[in-house]
T-cell receptor
Framework: EDQVTQSPEALRLQEGESSSLNCSYT??????LFWYRQDPGKGPEFLFT???AGEEKEKERLKATLTKKESFLHITAPKPEDSATYLC??????????FGQGTELSVKP | GAVVSQHPSWVICKSGTSVKIECRSL??????MFWYRQFPKKSLMLMAT?????????EQGVEKDKFLINHASLTLSTLTVTSAHPEDSSFYIC??????????????FGAGTRLSVL
């Protein structure tokens, strides 16, 4: 069964304190792994797509990496505006996305 | 990135009435759109896949007669919650897939609709 597990559930950081979020997955035939950011009361905002092990993508303070079993979202020197819930999803058959439970990130000034 | 508009953002209705939610892809054509439901502090739960010009495919446990989906054009899908009851209160989010349906196509999400049924 296709499954996505994210850890930790919640993460509190001080401004400037770098860290990583984990996304472990099992899927039959990975077609893409997606990272989204979701602010309270809003829809998810697309961040990255990774397609194959070893691939990396960066955007400002965020860097996403992918292995055959997991993906990491590295946050370098975070700012309070990076506070949000970060969702990981894998694409299954029929184009469906299977989401993890998310990591709620809080960055304090 | 591509823009998906969802309307209304918030709706309150009386029990027994029906509510329609619209999802539009503003700058691309979307053969496929998706409808999700999200409970507080929970992740997104796929309700149905909407394909332009054909019947929607519902996930197991989702009542197709309660949640009517219409995808009449390449830029518009609608979700109608029929005879809404308090247990239908939730955050509903749509997404539109950009691309021809191959692997890795990105789904862009609307801002969501908060439904409160009194």
């Amino acid at each position: 069964e296709d499954q996505v597990t994210q850890s930790p559930e919640a993460l509190r950081l001080q401004e400037g304190e770098s860290s990583s979020l984990n996304c472990s997955y099992t899927v039959s035939g990975l077609r893409g792994l997606f990272w989204y950011r979701q602010d309270p009361g809003k829809g998810p905002e697309f961040l990255f797509t990774l397609y194959s092990a070893g691939e990396e993508k960066e955007k400002e303070r965020l860097k996403a990496t992918l292995t055959k079993k997991e993906s990491f979202l590295h946050i370098t020197a975070p700012k309070p505006e990076d506070s949000a819930t970060y969702l990981c999803a894998v694409q299954a058959g029929g184009g469906k996305l299977i989401f993890g439970q998310g990591t709620e990130l809080s960055v304090k000034p | 990135g591509a823009v998906v508009s969802q309307h209304p953002s918030w709706v309150i209705c009386k029990s027994g009435t029906s509510v329609k939610i619209e999802c539009r892809s503003l700058d691309f054509q979307a053969t496929t759109m998706f409808w999700y439901r999200q409970f507080p502090k929970k992740s997104l739960m796929l309700m149905a896949t909407s394909n332009e010009g054909s019947k929607a495919t519902y996930e197991q446990g989702v009542e197709k007669d309660k949640f009517l989906i219409n995808h009449a054009s390449l830029t518009l899908s609608t979700l109608t919650v029929t005879s809404a009851h308090p247990e239908d209160s939730s955050f509903y989010i749509c997404s539109a897939r950009e691309g021809a349906g191959g692997g890795g196509d990105i789904q862009y999400f609307g801002a969501g609709t908060r439904l409160s049924v009194l």
